[in-house]
T-cell receptor, first 114, second 114 residues
Framework: QKEVEQNSGPLSVPEGAIASLNCTYSDRGSQSFFWYRQYSGKSPELIMSIYSNGDKEDGRFTAQLNKASQYVSLLIRDSQPSDSATYLCAAGDGVDTGRRALTFGSGTRLQVQP | EAGVTQFPSHSVIEKGQTVTLRCDPISGHDNLYWYRRVMGKEIKFLLHFVKESKQDESGMPNNRFLAERTGGTYSTLKVQPAELEDSGVYFC????????????FGSGTRLTVV
């Protein structure tokens, strides 16, 4: 059974600090990885996707992927109170499989303290 | 662009009753997905439509769940008869590029079976 593991938190960081969120996945066949942000009672919102080993930066967000270690992380620089939310890590298959189901972790709750 | 719309936003039904959830994807999105999150668990995949065809229904828990997508537009998810363990939040999502690059979620339907 495919699994994605995340620490449930809460992860508490002061405003302006770097928040580091991590997840591991069990299926070595996973080729696509996503970070979704979910505010309480709202829909998950896609914030980052990554498909190759290394870093991918988008504004204050950096996603990191290490397929050998089956490890994905999300760094949020200059954290703001508005970043306080639950962050969901998800893994999917490669583009050639045709299968688009994602396996989600249970999420890490981030609290940014003003 | 209008987002993914789901209704009702909340539904409370008695065990044994029938409930139908509806999802309107983003216009032009051929791919539509259903997921659900039961209490304390991670978001789990139910099924994937490409237009009106079921591409992947490997996550459907049992034959009490029936999903349809007539005409390749909106989709319905019927639970009949509902059981207590069906309580949770049912999310719909859609994508235009097969979902490999992630997809857009609706705000969900919170189903409570009493």
């Amino acid at each position: 059974q495919k699994e994605v593991e995340q620490n449930s938190g809460p992860l508490s960081v002061p405003e302006g600090a770097i928040a580091s969120l991590n997840c591991t996945y069990s299926d070595r066949g996973s080729q696509s990885f996503f970070w979704y942000r979910q505010y309480s009672g709202k829909s998950p919102e896609l914030i980052m996707s990554i498909y190759s080993n290394g870093d991918k930066e988008d504004g204050r967000f950096t996603a990191q992927l290490n397929k050998a270690s089956q490890y994905v992380s999300l760094l949020i620089r200059d954290s703001q109170p508005s970043d306080s939310a639950t962050y969901l890590c998800a893994a999917g298959d490669g583009v050639d499989t045709g299968r688009r189901a994602l396996t989600f972790g249970s999420g890490t709750r981030l609290q940014v303290q003003p | 662009e209008a987002g993914v719309t789901q209704f009702p936003s909340h539904s409370v039904i008695e065990k044994g009753q029938t409930v139908t959830l509806r999802c309107d994807p983003i216009s032009g999105h051929d791919n539509l997905y259903w997921y659900r999150r039961v209490m304390g668990k991670e978001i789990k995949f139910l099924l994937h439509f490409v237009k009106e065809s079921k591409q992947d229904e490997s996550g459907m828990p049992n034959n009490r769940f029936l999903a349809e997508r007539t005409g390749g537009t909106y989709s319905t998810l019927k639970v009949q008869p509902a059981e207590l363990e069906d309580s949770g939040v049912y999310f719909c999502a859609s994508s235009s590029l097969g979902g490999y690059y992630g997809y857009t979620f609706g705000s969900g339907t919170r189903l409570t079976v009493v």
